[in-house]
């Protein structure tokens, strides 16, 4: 059980780039979420899904998009890489219940993107 | 619109001893879920604590416990018999109990945690 699996670890693009940060999930959740953090500011909600083919936008969605044609998948796209979107990404995904098994509720979080915009 | 405060950036205990970290939260909500995690600096986001608002007892996990209280908006951590692996930023979370809200976490600023000898 891999749990939530981000791709790349790292990745330096180029202003006006553009490019694709995997997620996937294999604990069969329903929801799932990106979030990015950044110095001094906690971690923000990018955009979030409830279900396959489900998405909506969450604090900071602006220069990114999602789609959700899997229960397993969710990738986030940079459409034009800006300075501004130099971060730290997060993919997480959770249960739509509280307890299942073994969990609490909780979000699961993938071990993170370094994104680096120059 | 929820917001979480953590108020501070940064805290020091030293090994073995007992260390609190504050959080506060405004909502207008009467269900809801209250976390706490860890970011080593390996970056992984670890639960360490989780609080359902309904339940007046304050949970607890090993040398982990949280001083709950819905009144005042208050979630502090205490950990206890601190260790050197305990040193990491420390996120207060928020989630809403309504339906559609599991991924919709609400994060404060942190706390950076650092142990000494």
């Known amino acids: 059980n891999a749990g939530v699996t981000q791709t790349p670890k790292f990745q330096v693009l180029k202003t006006g780039q553009s490019m694709t940060l995997q997620c996937a999930q294999d604990?069969?959740?329903?929801?799932m979420s990106w979030y990015r953090q950044d110095p001094g500011m906690g971690l923000r909600l990018i955009h979030y899904?409830?279900?396959?083919?489900?998405?909506d936008q969450g604090e900071v969605p602006n220069g990114y998009n999602v789609s959700r044609s899997t229960t397993e998948d969710f990738p986030l796209r940079l459409l034009s890489a800006a300075p501004s979107q130099t971060s730290v990404y997060f993919c997480?995904?959770?249960?739509?219940?509280?307890?299942?098994?073994?969990?609490?509720?909780?979000?699961?979080f993938g071990q993170g993107t370094r994104l680096t915009v120059v | 619109a929820q917001t979480v405060t953590q108020s501070q950036p940064e805290m020091s205990v030293q090994e073995a001893e007992t260390v609190t970290l504050s959080c506060t939260y405004d909502?207008?909500?009467?269900?809801?879920?209250l976390f706490w995690y860890k970011q080593p600096p390996s970056r992984q986001m670890i639960l360490v604590i989780r609080?359902?608002?309904?339940?007046?007892q304050n949970a607890t996990e090993n040398r982990f416990s949280v001083n709950f209280q819905k009144a005042a908006k208050s979630f502090s951590l205490k950990i206890s018999d601190s260790q050197l692996g305990d040193a990491a930023m420390y996120f207060c979370?928020?989630?809403?109990?309504?339906?559609?809200?599991?991924?919709?976490?609400?994060f404060g600023t942190g706390t950076r945690l650092q142990v000494t000898l």
């Open positions: 997480a995904s959770s249960y739509f219940g509280l307890v299942r098994g073994g969990e609490k509720g909780e979000a699961f």
């Open positions: 604990m069969n959740h329903e929801y």
């Open positions: 899904s409830v279900g396959a083919g489900i998405t």
């Open positions: 909502t207008s909500e009467s269900d809801y879920y």
């Open positions: 609080q359902e608002a309904y339940k007046q």
């Open positions: 979370a928020y989630r809403s109990a309504a339906a559609g809200t599991a991924s919709k976490l609400t």
